[in-house]
């Protein structure tokens, strides 16, 4: 099947300048300064962290309990008795679910290929790639605030318990555990966001 473009088969497009370089500056085409290793280390890192403690969960949840609750339905089962908490969970459950799905559409509408075009080509445009970079920043911002959120919200319901304050303590400092999380989510929108900036503004 022929391409729709074929002058682009035989170039090679990373050779090819997109504009004209700066007074001064000269462009190295055999050894460019990359953000590759930075990149890698911002996805792999989280992700790494996020399957040690998916498989951490797991094991407790089916090794030792012998059982496997959902994290949205443990918090209803400890704490559905009282009408807030319940109604926050489902909010934070629907904020979720509208965010990336908002995500995906954005996503899906900008940056599909019209008929007869590749997804190479598709994927270049300037409207995918701006509003998908905008997009990932937008979700990391809510991401992180949901986060906290959901950390946070059981803590007002543990300390209306009748126990002991140690007791309390003890079962709060389980729950914020999850800071680690929110704080990994943190230094990833930080990243999403100096790489925007840097893109976007930083060289205009």
Same mark, same amino acid.
């Given at each position: 099947?022929?391409?729709?473009y074929?002058e682009l088969?035989?170039t090679d497009?990373t050779?090819?300048? !997109? &504009?004209?370089a700066?007074?001064?500056i000269?462009?190295?085409?055999?050894n460019?300064?990359?953000?590759?290793?930075i990149?890698?280390i911002?996805?792999?890192?989280?992700?790494?962290?996020m399957?040690?403690?998916?498989? #951490?969960?797991?094991?407790?949840?089916?090794?030792?309990?012998?059982r496997?609750?959902r994290? &949205?339905?443990?918090?209803l089962?400890?704490?559905g008795?009282?009408?807030?908490?319940?109604?926050l969970t #489902?909010?934070? %459950?629907?904020i979720?679910?509208?965010?990336y799905?908002?995500n995906t559409?954005?996503n899906?509408?900008?940056? %599909?290929?019209?008929?007869?075009?590749?997804?190479?080509i598709?994927?270049?445009?300037? /409207?995918c790639i701006?509003t998908?970079?905008?997009? !990932?920043?937008y979700?990391?911002?809510? !991401?992180?605030f949901?986060?906290? #959120?959901i950390?946070l919200?059981?803590?007002?319901?543990?300390?209306?318990?009748?126990? /002991?304050t140690?007791?309390? %303590?003890g079962? !709060?400092?389980? #729950?914020?555990?999850g800071?680690?999380v929110c704080?990994? /989510?943190?230094l990833?929108l930080a990243f999403?966001?100096?790489q925007y900036r840097?893109?976007?503004?930083?060289?205009?």
């Open positions: 099947m022929a391409t729709t074929p088969s035989s497009l050779q090819i300048p !997109s &504009g004209k700066p007074p001064g000269t462009p190295n085409y055999v460019p300064e990359t953000r590759a290793p990149t890698v911002a996805v792999t890192v989280p992700l790494a962290l399957v040690m403690f998916v498989v #951490f969960r797991l094991y407790v949840e089916i090794g030792i309990n012998r496997l609750e994290t &949205g339905l443990l918090y089962r400890l704490f008795i009282n009408k807030q908490m319940k109604i #489902f909010i934070a %459950v629907a979720n679910l509208a965010v799905l908002i559409i954005g899906s509408v900008l940056c %599909v290929p019209a008929p007869g075009q590749s997804w190479q598709a994927s270049g445009r300037h /409207s701006v998908a970079d905008l997009l !990932s920043v979700v990391g911002d809510i !991401s992180v949901t986060d906290f #959120f950390i919200i059981p803590l007002p319901v543990i300390w209306t318990l009748q126990m /002991s140690k007791k309390k %303590v079962i !709060s400092a389980t #729950f914020l555990t800071l680690l704080a990994a /989510s943190a990833n999403r966001i100096w840097d893109l976007y503004y930083d060289n205009t």
